[in-house]
């Protein structure tokens, strides 16, 4: 059975930081791409960021290029997303995802597997 959980949300003020961390079981780690989406309230599921095995294969949204970094422990099953510079703006819930495309992936229906979702929310 394969599980995403997502840890290390919480409420922050604007310019802070989070690191979010999700973990994974029940399948070969490595050989999936690894995405992050991110859910406001009354807005569709966006894209954040993603990460396969290859440095190459990481991509960020426009929104959050330069502030935030995913990256991955293929040895931990986990992958990461440190978030700097936060925005109200950013507040959502965030989603880890897996897929089996062995490329860059940004579309929901791309991934197989989804985390329950951890909440950031961000003051002013």
């Known amino acids: 059975q394969v599980q995403l959980v997502e840890s290390g949300g919480g409420l922050v003020q604007a310019g802070g930081s989070l690191k979010l961390s999700c973990a994974a079981s029940?399948?070969?780690?490595?050989?999936?791409?690894m995405g992050w989406f991110r859910q406001a309230p009354g807005k569709e599921r966006e894209f954040v960021a993603g990460?396969?095995?290859?440095?190459?294969?990481?991509v960020y949204s426009d929104s959050v290029r330069g502030r935030f970094t995913v990256s991955r422990d293929n040895a931990k099953n986990t992958v990461y997303l440190q978030m700097n510079s936060l925005k109200v703006e950013d507040t959502a819930v965030y989603y880890c995802?897996?897929?089996?495309?062995?490329?860059?992936?940004?579309?929901?229906?791309?991934?197989?597997?989804w985390g329950q979702g951890t909440q950031v929310t961000v003051s002013s």
């Open positions: 029940g399948l070969t780690f490595p050989s999936h791409y």
């Open positions: 995802a897996a897929s089996l495309r062995l490329v860059p992936v940004s579309d929901a229906p791309n991934y197989t597997y």
């Open positions: 990460t396969g095995w290859s440095a190459s294969t990481t």
